[in-house]
């Protein structure tokens, strides 16, 4: 069994800043790729930032200088700094991972966090 578990959202300001959490637990032998995608009411789930295992990094043009993605490989966490939040940034929040469990490599969700910016 696998669980992503996030947190850290909440209501904010724009112009505000935040930061989320997702770390994995239970049976699995490493994670490699780690993202945060969100979704907005009427909208596709969008990719808002990954980072690889070794820490590369790639984000949305949307977020690009406002977000930052980092990982902690110890503690099986990824994390989102997300700074000057604007009101389209409302969203949940979902982390994802490629884990390998018993020799399979699989993609694994959490259950979201909202994350909701006034004007």
């Known amino acids: 069994q696998v669980q992503l578990v996030e947190s850290g959202g909440g209501l904010i300001q724009a112009g505000g800043s935040l930061r989320l959490s997702c770390a994995a637990s239970?049976?699995?032998?490493?994670?490699?790729?780690m993202a945060w995608y969100r979704q907005a009411p009427g909208n596709r789930r969008e990719l808002v930032a990954s980072?690889?295992?070794?820490?590369?990094?790639n984000y949305a043009d949307s977020v690009k200088g406002r977000f930052t993605i980092s990982r902690d490989n110890a503690k099986n966490t990824v994390y989102l700094r997300m700074n000057s939040l604007k009101p389209e940034d409302t969203a949940v929040y979902y982390c994802?991972?490629?884990?390998?469990?018993?020799?399979?490599?699989?993609?694994?969700w959490g259950q979201g966090t909202q994350v909701t910016v006034s004007s």
């Open positions: 239970g049976d699995f032998s490493s994670i490699n790729r």
């Open positions: 980072i690889s295992r070794g820490g590369s990094t």
């Open positions: 994802n991972a490629d884990i390998r469990r018993q020799y399979i490599t699989r993609d694994y």
